[in-house]
């Protein structure tokens, strides 16, 4: 089992990335390989860090042998996704963004079509834009064919939308449990397959 998760966060060690670590380290006592990409640091790779839509089919030339490829390359690899972003403006990261934008090329390839994905955003307060903002990450993966994994039944309560925090997400238990039951269900999803 290889799972990776995608953190839209520019701050590389947040809430977000706590959240996802949570969720990965009950993945790794399972016998998950692991993996977190940071959507910022990739991105700064490409030729342009946002897509420019040069050609009417996406030939991945604007980042072909860069960091970003190789991010690409791992996602498609992975049994299981996670997509993490704080809400800016109740929306996600422009760096989450302009990564999902780049995959162009892969959803004509049909990639990503039934792979499960999971979400996670954390807003300064409790009603703080969280669940726009994984509606918007989970309309981004639906586009890309994914299957979207939330609460399904009440064995798996990861939240009806994805895992939704407020920060300090250290501190905000709710969040914390949530991210326990989303790891069982993304495990749940690929022995399942």
């Known amino acids: 089992m290889y799972i990776v998760a995608l953190n839209g966060s520019p701050n590389k060690s947040g809430n977000c990335q706590f959240l996802i670590d949570t969720i990965l380290e009950d993945c790794k006592a399972n016998g998950a390989v692991t993996e977190t990409i940071n959507a910022h640091s990739v991105i700064m790779t490409a030729k342009?860090?946002?897509?420019?839509?040069c050609k009417p089919k996406c030939e991945g030339k604007c980042y072909a042998g860069?960091?970003?490829?190789?991010?690409?390359?791992?996602?498609?690899?992975?049994?299981?996704?996670?997509?993490?972003?704080?809400?800016?403006?109740?929306?996600?990261?422009?760096?989450?963004?302009?990564?999902?934008?780049?995959?162009?090329?892969?959803?004509g390839k049909k990639t990503f079509i039934g792979?499960?994905?999971?979400?996670?955003?954390?807003?300064?307060?409790?009603?703080?834009?969280?669940?726009?903002?994984?509606?918007?990450?989970?309309?981004?993966?639906?586009?890309?064919?994914?299957?979207?994994?939330?609460?399904?039944?009440?064995?798996?309560?990861?939240?009806?939308?994805?895992?939704s925090a407020q920060s300090p997400s250290i501190d905000d238990q709710f969040a914390i449990t949530r991210c326990h039951s989303m790891a069982n269900r993304l495990?749940?999803?690929i022995k399942d397959r």
């Not at 342009?48 to 839509?53: G, H, L, M, N, R």
């Not at 109740?90 to 959803?107: C, E, P």
């Open 48 to 53: 342009w860090p946002y897509c420019a839509d």
């Open 115 to 163: 792979k499960p994905v999971g979400f996670i955003s954390c807003g300064a307060s409790r009603f703080g834009g969280q669940e726009e903002t994984i509606r918007a990450m989970q309309t981004m993966a639906l586009i890309q064919g994914m299957t979207v994994v939330n609460s399904g039944d009440s064995e798996f309560d990861c939240g009806h939308l994805g895992v």
């Open 187 to 189: 495990l749940t999803e």
């Open 66 to 107: 860069t960091a970003l490829e190789t991010a690409f390359e791992k996602l498609a690899k992975a049994d299981a996704i996670i997509i993490a972003s704080p809400v800016y403006f109740g929306n996600v990261t422009s760096q989450l963004k302009a990564f999902w934008d780049k995959m162009r090329l892969y959803r």
